[in-house]
């Protein structure tokens, strides 16, 4: 494929010329209660071709096999010549280098019979319904996948990925005298065939489920917000990394600016594409990038931003290895991989001693950032009372402006995780790329919640 690739290039007649072909293994198995609603294996190859022409831009062409490479370079720089962008481009540059990282999975997922997937799939769902009598109802998704990717550039850079993922969502509905509640999880994982272990996951999911059937609503009011690890992560994703992106040139600058006080001495965060073993990990980006750590706020402060190299080339800044590729044939966008709340100092019990009336959220049921504000929805949260936890609650809501609601933290402990979710970023055109999120325990004073939908 190397040689194929470099062959095309050579010909190009683009300033810049680039190819992408990715390949993706699949097997999807859904069940519901104890019966295999679908059960499917796919494979999907596509592909691009973009070419820049500096003064006019981009030009890109997608594609879904590898024949034919020549014409499809043709295509594309002529498409750049008509101006499609219709603004000059200016690349960052980046090292050349070649990377073979393809090497042999030892647990491959392609070579394990879909009868053994799908037995193991009907297991996991049988054992949300045997963890209590209350429990209604069980939906399962298993998936997994390989994704191998080749990437060559006019410049000499080449890349060829192989990458496996393993994934378990589950819904657990529970009934108690006309009460119905249901409770959402998962886990992912970048390994095999026998890199998941989803049991305990499943009694958890359950067992949240059957705990919101005497859960009370929450009174609205104002609360010192208490977040788990987990939900910490979720914010801070959707309320700065997911918008950590430079605007190009007459766009709308949004609201990081560089310089701009956001949050408090307490708040640091970044995204980590170079952090070992995660979903969104990798050893560069769908540019040819080296992946590198971005911090974006440092104590309080907007101090960076992630780049890919076009946006990095205009900002006059080194490009930061998050630029992603949403679709099989879709271009590359500034993307958050890995993204995390640096930790602070203390433990949960030191954030909530001094608490005397305050929330503790431990799952997020939505958490969405739209034009500057915040809907942040939580399944399963706790009362603080007296600097100790209390009731379990339902309902928890908060409605709020971005920067208000980081400027409400006021503490930050120190017992920083990753989360292992089955979580994606959405983006628009942009696609749908897996993410990850870090944080330890947060604490949030004199915040409005609002009656939720239980």
Same mark, same amino acid.
């Given at each position: 494929? +190397?040689?194929? &690739?470099?062959?095309?290039?050579?010909?190009?007649?683009?300033?810049?010329?680039?190819?992408?072909?990715?390949?993706?293994?699949?097997?999807?198995?859904?069940?519901?209660?104890?019966?295999?609603?679908?059960?499917?294996?796919?494979?999907?190859?596509?592909?691009?071709?973009?070419?820049?022409?500096?003064?006019?831009?981009?030009?890109?062409?997608?594609?879904?096999?590898?024949?034919?490479?020549?014409?499809?370079?043709?295509?594309?720089?002529?498409?750049?010549?008509?101006?499609?962008?219709?603004? !000059?481009?200016?690349?960052? $540059?980046?090292?050349?280098?070649?990377?073979?990282?393809?090497?042999?999975?030892?647990?491959?997922?392609?070579?394990? !019979?879909?009868?053994?997937?799908?037995?193991?799939?009907?297991?996991?769902?049988?054992?949300?319904?045997?963890?209590?009598?209350?429990?209604?109802?069980?939906?399962?998704?298993?998936?997994?996948?390989?994704?191998?990717?080749?990437?060559?550039?006019?410049?000499?850079?080449?890349?060829?990925?192989?990458?496996?993922?393993?994934?378990?969502?589950?819904?657990?509905?529970?009934?108690?005298?006309?009460?119905?509640?249901?409770?959402?999880?998962?886990?992912? /994982?970048?390994?095999?065939?026998?890199?998941?272990?989803?049991?305990?996951?499943?009694?958890?999911?359950?067992?949240?489920?059957?705990?919101?059937?005497?859960?009370? $609503?929450?009174?609205?009011?104002?609360?010192?917000?208490?977040?788990?690890?987990?939900?910490?992560?979720?914010?801070?994703?959707? #309320?700065?990394?997911?918008?950590?992106?430079?605007?190009? !040139?007459?766009?709308?600058?949004?609201?990081?600016?560089?310089?701009?006080?956001?949050? $408090?001495?307490?708040?640091?965060?970044?995204?980590?594409?170079?952090?070992?073993?995660?979903? /969104?990990?990798?050893?560069?980006?769908?540019?040819?990038?080296?992946?590198?750590?971005?911090?974006?706020?440092?104590?309080?402060?907007?101090?960076?931003?992630?780049?890919?190299?076009?946006?990095?080339?205009?900002?006059?800044?080194? $490009?930061?290895?998050?630029?992603? #590729?949403?679709?099989?044939?879709?271009?590359?966008? !500034?993307?958050?991989?890995?993204?995390?709340?640096?930790?602070?100092?203390?433990?949960?019990?030191?954030?909530?001693?001094?608490?005397?009336?305050?929330?503790?959220?431990?799952?997020?049921?939505?958490?969405?950032?739209?034009?500057?504000?915040?809907? &942040?929805?939580?399944?399963?949260?706790?009362?603080?009372?007296?600097?100790?936890?209390?009731? #379990?609650?339902?309902?928890?809501?908060?409605?709020?402006?971005?920067?208000?609601?980081?400027?409400?933290?006021?503490?930050?402990?120190?017992? &920083?995780?990753?989360?292992?979710?089955?979580?994606?970023?959405?983006?628009? +055109?942009?696609?749908?790329?897996?993410?990850?999120?870090?944080?330890?325990?947060?604490?949030?004073?004199?915040?409005?919640?609002?009656?939720?939908?239980?």
């Amino acid at each position: 494929m +190397n040689q194929r &690739f470099q062959d095309a290039l050579r010909g190009a007649r683009a300033g810049y010329a680039e190819l992408r072909l990715r390949r993706v293994w699949s097997t999807t198995i859904l069940i519901r209660d104890s019966t295999v609603e679908a059960a499917t294996t796919s494979l999907e190859t596509g592909g691009i071709a973009r070419c820049c022409s500096p003064e006019t831009g981009w030009g890109v062409t997608g594609w879904s096999d590898d024949e034919h490479l020549e014409a499809h370079l043709v295509r594309a720089h002529e498409l750049s010549l008509a101006g499609g962008s219709r603004r !000059p481009v200016r690349l960052a $540059p980046i090292p050349v280098r070649q990377l073979e990282a393809a090497e042999p999975l030892p647990d491959d997922p392609r070579e394990v !019979p879909l009868h053994l997937k799908r037995r193991r799939a009907e297991s996991l769902a049988g054992a949300i319904l045997a963890v209590d009598r209350r429990v209604a109802e069980a939906r399962l998704l298993y998936r997994d996948e390989v994704v191998e990717t080749w990437l060559a550039t006019s410049e000499g850079t080449w890349l060829h990925d192989l990458r496996p993922e393993v994934s378990v969502a589950a819904l657990a509905v529970a009934e108690e005298e006309g009460n119905v509640e249901r409770a959402l999880g998962s886990l992912a /994982a970048r390994a095999g065939w026998r890199g998941l272990d989803a049991a305990g996951l499943m009694h958890e999911v359950a067992g949240r489920a059957i705990a919101r059937l005497r859960a009370t $609503p929450l009174r609205p009011g104002r609360y010192t917000l208490v977040l788990d690890p987990a939900a910490a992560g979720a914010l801070v994703h959707r #309320a700065v990394a997911h918008i950590a992106r430079p605007r190009l !040139p007459g766009a709308d600058p949004g609201v990081l600016v560089i310089g701009t006080r956001i949050g $408090p001495e307490c708040l640091t965060i970044g995204d980590d594409p170079s952090a070992e073993g995660l979903r /969104a990990s990798a050893p560069g980006d769908d540019e040819g990038t080296v992946a590198r750590r971005t911090v974006i706020v440092q104590n309080g402060v907007v101090v960076g931003h992630l780049h890919s190299r076009e946006t990095a080339g205009a900002a006059g800044f080194a $490009p930061t290895g998050h630029a992603r #590729a949403g679709a099989l044939r879709g271009a590359p966008y !500034p993307r958050a991989t890995n993204s995390y709340l640096a930790q602070g100092q203390g433990t949960l019990d030191d954030l909530l001693r001094d608490v005397p009336l305050g929330v503790y959220v431990t799952d997020v049921l939505s958490c969405d950032a739209t034009g500057g504000r915040l809907s &942040f929805r939580a399944g399963m949260a706790r009362m603080i009372r007296s600097g100790r936890l209390a009731e #379990a609650v339902k309902g928890v809501q908060i409605e709020a402006d971005v920067l208000h609601l980081l400027g409400r933290v006021d503490a930050v402990a120190g017992d &920083f995780t990753w989360d292992t979710r089955d979580e994606h970023c959405r983006d628009g +055109n942009a696609g749908r790329v897996p993410i990850t999120t870090g944080a330890p325990h947060v604490r949030l004073v004199d915040l409005a919640i609002a009656e939720g939908i239980s």
